[in-house]
């Protein structure tokens, strides 16, 4: 529902009541008329009214009421009285602004500790497995020295599957948390990310980075924002159907900006279905968490491009626009 049609459907709804329990309160009504402000204001909630349309209304009948007094004393206490009745009202809105506040507080920290333990199985599986995986080629390669040419052949054998093993280890630790992340920053790890999902899948992933993009970011904006184009680019290598794919990444003012943008099959976003689909809530919640904003572009046929805007810890003056069209 628009702001407009909310404030319409509020006023409709509780304007008398506010009106007079306004006036009881201006009025010398005491507590009693100011605990109907906090039960409009509950009533309101609940119905998924605005603030903004609980001001408007508040400022409708203030006026109108101003309006009935004509006395300049009376004009003064309706005025105090109308400020303290409008903050009694607005009070849960303030109330579950501050939870709000707090669920994402406990997201952000609850993905930072699974990041922590994410780098630890990814360092684990680099650094603990692989040396296994070594020890066993040391052993081995001791135990074909001593044994005849005909057996040689079959630990050659093993050898070969003990170092596609070593590969996929080395896959899968860059998977969990790739090393150059920590060690390069975000758009080092965006760009061999792009080039590693661009060789697996033979499907051309360009990365445009505008002047002025910090190298660094703070660890948990890096981690972020590395997470949803990985999780983008596995969406689109699996459902888009794309011949090519586009990364900008750029700055306005305090602004980090990325898009990732493909010329895939698309789909509906407002499609109901779609609401669930793709990874998008878990995108979501990780840019909320720090802050930050997800706009999708699409139609079938049409490709689809993502937008990430996260506030950044760096300052910069530079800027990027990009426009799609189709």
Not at 86 to 106: I, K, P
Not at 177 to 200: H, M, N, Q, Y
Request: hydrophobic residues 40%; aromatic residues 4%; contains cysteine.
């Amino acid at each position: 529902m628009s702001a407009a049609k909310s404030s319409a459907v509020l006023v409709k709804r509780f304007e008398d009541q506010y009106r007079s329990s306004l006036r009881s309160y201006a009025q010398g009504g005491g507590e009693e008329a100011l605990q109907k402000a906090y039960e409009i204001g509950r009533r309101a909630i609940e119905a998924e009214d605005s603030l903004l349309a609980l001001a408007s209304m508040h400022h409708k009948v203030l006026s109108d009421l101003l309006a009935e007094s004509g006395v300049n004393g009376t004009s003064a206490r309706l005025l105090r009285a109308g400020s303290q009745f409008l903050a009694e009202g607005l009070s849960l809105y303030e109330r579950e602004h501050q939870d709000f506040q707090d669920a994402l507080l406990a997201l952000r920290r609850l993905n930072e500790t699974l990041e922590e333990e994410v780098k630890r199985v990814s360092y684990a599986v680099h650094e603990d497995a692989s040396q296994s995986v070594v020890a066993a080629h040391i052993a081995l390669s001791d135990v074909s020295r001593r044994m005849p040419s005909p057996e040689r052949k079959q630990l050659a054998r093993i050898e070969h599957l003990l170092s596609r093993i070593e590969k996929q280890l080395r896959q899968y630790s860059h998977e969990l948390r790739p090393t150059i992340l920590d060690d390069l920053g975000w758009v080092a790890a965006i760009r061999f990310l792009a080039s590693e999902v661009s060789k697996c899948n033979a499907l051309p992933i360009r990365v445009v980075v505008a002047k002025g993009v910090a190298a660094r970011e703070s660890s948990a904006l890096e981690i972020v924002l590395y997470r949803v184009v990985q999780e983008a680019l596995s969406n689109i290598t699996k459902h888009a159907k794309a011949r090519r794919v586009t990364i900008h990444i750029g700055v306005e003012p305090g602004i980090v900006i990325c898009s990732i943008e493909d010329d895939g099959a698309g789909f509906d976003v407002h499609a109901p279905h779609r609401k669930k689909a793709l990874g998008l809530i878990g995108m979501r919640e990780r840019l909320h968490a720090v802050g930050g904003t997800l706009s999708i572009v699409s139609s079938p046929r049409c490709g689809t491009k993502l937008l990430v805007r996260v506030p950044s810890n760096k300052e910069s003056h530079s800027h990027v626009n990009s426009r799609r069209t189709c």
